[in-house]
């Protein structure tokens, strides 16, 4: 018995990092993963890693409503039901606050937050109408505290958190459950650009991994861990929570 068997998971942002780790968790779990993202060639090697039984690539790019609301459509259109709703696709920028112009700002908030925000508002009539479901938003640590040169990404990811709170008290008596997940920093992609955009990449990793006191960055899996443990029917109290997985990092 998988834990997600007779699931579907709708996760964004397939085709890297900790999407790509949850895509193959989950569907190793059980689950039949739609999997979006709005890079084609990175969708079809994850396809090419998956059985068309258990794993359906969409490419979208989220950062408009009408490609959030087709993506639900064509979810709904293929498979009838989502039952896991795993909101993980993302963009990092470094840059100072007063150089963060007005196009850099709202793609960092249409990306990681308005899509967050319309995928909810397309998929909890569904969950309602199924009986439940599961939404798992991702947040960050940087929701939590705070890192100069980050000021989007961090309001980007606060208003994730909130908007959480809000929707898991508003659905609190649908059998909806809505959680954040803040990763702290974890060896991808992305974590591994923003070292790339610094003058001296070796040594901005090794300082990266300087903060965590576990000696080492977080790998994808290990939020993926999390993320299909929020997906399961085992966390049944947890509700409208914030869960920090960052190896002690943001309590040193
Ligand atoms: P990644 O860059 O490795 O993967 C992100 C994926 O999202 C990519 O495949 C990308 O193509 C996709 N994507 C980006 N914009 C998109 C869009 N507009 N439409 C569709 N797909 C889009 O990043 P990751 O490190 O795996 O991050 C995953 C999530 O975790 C993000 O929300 C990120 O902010 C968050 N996070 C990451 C870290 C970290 O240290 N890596 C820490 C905290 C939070």
């Known amino acids: 018995m998988g834990r997600l068997d007779n699931k579907v998971a709708l996760i964004t ?18 689950a039949v993963v739609f999997g979006v993202d709005r890079d084609e060639a990175a969708g079809q090697t994850l396809t ?6 258990t794993f359906r690539f969409f490419k979208a790019d989220l950062s408009t409503e009408a490609s959030c609301i087709q993506t ?10 989502i039952d896991v709703l795993y909101n993980n696709a993302g963009i990092s920028t470094v840059e100072p ?3 963060t112009d007005a196009l850099s700002l709202d793609r960092m908030l249409s990306v990681n937050f308005k899509s967050v925000f319309y995928l909810c508002q397309q998929v909890i009539p569904k969950m309602q109408h ?11 640590e940087l929701a939590i505290v705070a890192q100069p040169l980050y000021a989007a990404y961090c ?15 508003e659905y609190a008596q649908d059998n909806i459950r809505i959680n954040a997940l803040c990763p702290g920093p974890i060896d991808t992609p992305m974590l ?12 901005s990793r090794a300082a990266g ?3 965590m006191p576990i000696g080492r960055l977080g790998k994808p899996e290990e939020i993926a861990q999390v993320a299909l443990f929020l997906a399961s029917d085992a966390p049944s109290l947890m509700q409208g929570a914030s869960i920090v997985v960052d190896g002690a990092k943001t309590i040193l």
């Open 13 to 30: 942002g397939v085709g890297s990092g900790i999407g790509k780790a949850a895509a193959l968790l989950f569907a190793q779990a059980g």
């Open 48 to 53: 090419s890693m998956l059985s068309s039984q």
């Open 72 to 81: 639900v459509q064509q979810c709904c259109a293929a498979y009838g039901q």
């Open 97 to 99: 606050f007063t150089q």
């Open 130 to 140: 199924q009986g439940g479901g599961v939404i798992i938003n991702t947040a960050s």
């Open 155 to 169: 309001a980007s990811k606060g208003a994730v958190l909130s908007l959480t709170r809000a929707l898991a008290l």
């Open 192 to 203: 591994q650009q923003e070292f790339d955009q610094s003058d001296d990449p070796i040594q």
């Open 209 to 211: 991994i300087d903060t």
